[in-house]
């Protein structure tokens, strides 16, 4: 009696991603194995985007199916064309259909055998044949993916210099990547066309630098060149702007910082007090005292200068946020006055430039760079590293990494390479690594968990912080989901103790992420499934919505120079009354720096047509209807959210958008 298995065999939607040379397939199951057949029906097969009905006869039933033999062999003489095959479904004479996931591309001569079927936990293989499979499959990954120690004391990377080097399915497709490299060249030509980018002169007037794109505008990088010099909007930006992470409530003054009652009294509610507004909750502290005594660049035979300095801020009645006093280093002296909104304009704007400039610093450094790309690239490799791909935790991580190894590469020349936008900052590479150093010995897990995060900072009540609206419940949408699903495979904690691929990925983290540091809070192995649950939701987060929190609004705030500069030439004012609006100019980074770093904030911001938006899943790994109606929720949750965010910022002068789950990416992909 013959048997007949009948295949649906997908191919991706991405450019060429079909092909034109020979497909065979070899079902392998408890009860034996079919014959090596080629895949082929009536017209073109495997073109992009199709999917394919085909069948495979056997003589008897083949019992549990384990796994399914692709091979790709040439077609008469045709140059090699790689094949990106999507999935398999197999639907066996006995039963009902079985998902086998691929989502990868397979080379002319490879062998690549697909597991299906239910998530498995390494300890639930019960055959031999899975065993043995699993076992090599591992062997393989710790084969190609590999820590490098690029620095002692920061989070580990992989071991990959060059995009070339990177397996082809973790790689860029091309229309991304030709995107990204059309952009880059668009942007480039109109520049030199203008002869803005070669220029060394210093801008002539302020509003010049409303010039440097013809089209490249957006809502809010227009409303930041209008209204960059208040002081309720730079306030504002502490809570709502790309570095949402560094003011706390202040209770009492720092000593190093002496402020007193009559030099604030003035900006305070009437017939208030600066103790009294403290006891209150409404004085708030950025300190930058991490940026203390860094090395700066040398520019034009002179070494730059970087302000350690302290802000104070005050939640006005109308709940406003507004800086109320500076000190731009962190001993006070004569020649390091406390500066004040009612000091001469000129000198205010300056003392507010110096210190968003080592604000903006720190916020590339170590909240962009170290604290999402940076952790990305460590839970990437150890997720790749650690993990089966029939893993329930592998599913569920695995589109949260998408791409994220290809755009830390690429990260790496043209923001920290030698020759990257970081190396024409005022701290340079040099500075900028050293101030990473520190950050990271300071990180901790509550850190990075955003309710613990806010409780810590005293800011859980602070008026009109979007950030913290949005991103608590985006933090709890994401809890929820994946405590249903960790929960759906770990019924017990026991099960999480005896996984031992779960518990090599906390390891891995662990040492190569935290650097075995036990004092900061990071667990090096689990004992519990609440413990799972908060550290993936920790994951989840930080490589979505914390990564476009500090990502997506680089272009609207800091296009416009004199709001948030990388680099500021000159030296920062001493004593008050001796500036001018033509010391601003000369202090702003020159016409050709200037087009430079919004050059770089443009290409970071931007939009790509394959984004993929958070909770999106387009490449279908679960096979248990159970988990697809988790993801149906979790997509609900968000879009939900979304409405709500939308519906917000409708009413508002200047919308809050990083953290509308719409406009989040599922994984760092720029």
């Known amino acids: 009696m013959t048997m007949e298995y009948k295949l649906e065999v997908t191919t991706g939607n991405m450019t060429n991603a079909g092909t034109c040379d020979n497909i065979f397939v070899t079902l392998i199951g408890t009860e034996g194995k079919s014959e090596r057949t080629e895949l082929d029906s009536a017209g073109a097969d495997f073109k992009t985007g199709m999917t394919g009905n085909y069948s495979v006869k056997t003589s008897l039933s083949l019992g549990k199916l384990?796994?399914?033999?692709?091979?790709?062999?040439?077609?008469?003489?045709?140059?090699?064309?790689?094949?990106?095959?999507?999935?398999?479904?197999?639907?066996?004479?006995?039963?009902e259909a079985i998902l086998?996931?691929?989502?990868?591309?397979?080379?002319?001569?490879?062998?690549?055998?697909?597991?299906?079927?239910?998530?498995?936990?390494?300890?639930?293989?019960?055959?031999?044949?899975?065993?043995?499979?699993?076992?090599?499959?591992?062997?393989?990954?710790?084969?190609?993916?590999?820590?490098?120690?690029?620095?002692?004391?920061?989070?580990?990377?992989?071991?990959?210099?060059?995009?070339?080097?990177?397996?082809?399915?973790?790689?860029?497709?091309?229309?991304?990547?030709?995107?990204?490299l059309y952009t880059k060249a668009m942007i480039g030509a109109e520049l030199m066309f203008k002869g803005l980018i070669v220029s060394t002169k210093d801008w002539e007037k302020i509003e010049d630098i409303k010039g440097i794109f013809w089209t490249k505008k957006t809502t809010v990088s227009e409303?930041?060149?209008?209204?960059?010099?208040?002081?309720?909007?730079?306030?504002?930006?502490?809570?709502?702007?790309?570095n949402p992470n560094v003011i706390k409530r202040c209770s009492e003054l720092p000593p190093n910082f002496p402020v007193t009652e009559e030099m604030v009294k003035p900006f305070l509610a009437e017939g208030s007090s600066l103790q009294k507004e403290m006891e209150k909750g409404n004085i708030f502290l950025c300190d930058l005292n991490r940026m203390d005594g860094l090395s700066t660049q040398v520019y034009n035979g002179e070494p730059l200068h970087v302000t350690a300095g302290l802000c104070l801020l005050f939640s006005n009645p109308e709940k406003k946020l507004k800086p109320i006093a500076i000190q731009l280093h962190q001993q006070p002296s004569e020649q390091n006055p406390i500066f004040l909104p009612s000091d001469p304009e000129t000198d205010w704007l300056l003392a507010k430039m110096f210190f968003k400039n080592a604000d903006l610093m720190q916020h590339q450094s170590v909240y962009h760079f170290m604290n999402s790309h940076g952790l990305a690239d460590v839970f990437t490799v150890a997720t790749l590293r650690s993990f089966s791909v029939i893993h329930p935790l592998y599913k569920l991580l695995i589109p949260h990494v998408h791409y994220t190894l290809q755009i830390n590469i690429l990260g790496k020349k043209s923001i920290f390479g030698p020759d990257g936008i970081v190396s024409k900052s005022s701290l340079g590479l040099e500075g900028m690594t050293v101030l990473m150093r520190r950050a990271h010995s300071e990180t901790t897990y509550s850190s990075l968990c955003l309710p613990e995060n806010i409780t810590a900072r005293g800011l859980e009540s602070i008026p009109n912080f979007y950030y913290r609206d949005d991103g608590l419940k985006l933090w709890n949408i994401i809890n929820s989901f994946v405590k249903a699903v960790v929960e759906h495979y770990y019924p017990s904690d026991n099960e999480v103790c005896k996984d031992t691929e779960l518990q090599?990925?906390?390891?891995?983290?662990?040492?190569?992420?935290?650097?075995?540091?036990?004092?900061?809070?990071?667990?090096?192995?689990?004992?519990?499934?609440?413990?799972?649950?908060?550290?993936?939701?920790?994951?989840?987060?930080?490589?979505?919505?914390?990564?476009?929190?500090?990502?997506?609004?680089?272009?609207?705030?800091?296009?416009?120079?004199?709001?948030?500069?990388?680099?500021?030439?000159?030296?920062?004012?001493?004593?008050?009354?001796?500036?001018?609006?033509?010391?601003i100019l000369e202090t702003l980074p020159n016409?050709?720096?200037?087009?430079?770093?919004?050059?770089?904030?443009?290409?970071?911001?931007?939009?790509?047509?394959?984004?993929?938006?958070?909770?999106?899943?387009?490449?279908?790994?679960?096979?248990?209807?159970?988990?697809?109606?988790?993801?149906?929720?979790?997509?609900?949750?968000?879009?939900?959210?979304?409405?709500?965010?939308?519906?917000?910022?409708?009413?508002?002068?200047?919308?809050?958008?990083?953290?509308?789950?719409?406009?989040?990416?599922?994984?760092?992909?720029?």
Request: glycine residues 6%.
């Open 66 to 95: 384990l796994l399914v033999k692709v091979e790709k062999d040439p077609f008469l003489f045709l140059p090699e064309d790689e094949w990106y095959c999507s999935k398999v479904v197999v639907t066996p004479p006995e039963g």
């Open 100 to 180: 086998f996931p691929c989502y990868r591309w397979i080379s002319r001569g490879e062998l690549v055998e697909l597991r299906g079927g239910r998530a498995m936990k390494g300890f639930e293989e019960d055959h031999p044949l899975l065993l043995d499979h699993r076992k090599k499959e591992l062997i393989e990954k710790k084969s190609l993916y590999h820590w490098e120690v690029w620095d002692q004391k920061l989070p580990h990377r992989s071991n990959f210099k060059d995009v070339s080097e990177l397996p082809a399915e973790v790689r860029f497709s091309l229309s991304k990547k030709m995107e990204i």
């Open 223 to 242: 409303y930041v060149s209008e209204h960059w010099k208040e002081d309720d909007f730079y306030g504002y930006q502490f809570l709502n702007g790309v």
């Open 504 to 583: 090599e990925w906390i390891s891995e983290i662990f040492t190569h992420g935290f650097l075995e540091n036990k004092a900061t809070g990071f667990p090096s192995g689990f004992q519990s499934v609440e413990e799972v649950i908060k550290f993936i939701t920790m994951v989840i987060f930080t490589v979505t919505a914390q990564h476009a929190a500090v990502n997506t609004g680089q272009f609207d705030y800091y296009s416009w120079a004199p709001n948030g500069s990388l680099l500021l030439r000159k030296p920062p004012p001493t004593t008050k009354g001796q500036s001018s609006i033509k010391t």
């Open 591 to 670: 016409v050709g720096e200037t087009v430079k770093f919004a050059d770089v904030a443009w290409t970071l911001a931007n939009k790509y047509t394959d984004m993929v938006p958070m909770g999106t899943y387009p490449e279908e790994r679960f096979d248990e209807p159970a988990i697809k109606e988790m993801i149906k929720k979790f997509q609900a949750e968000l879009s939900c959210l979304s409405e709500a965010i939308t519906t917000r910022n409708s009413q508002l002068d200047l919308p809050y958008t990083y953290l509308n789950p719409a406009e989040i990416e599922n994984s760092i992909t720029i």
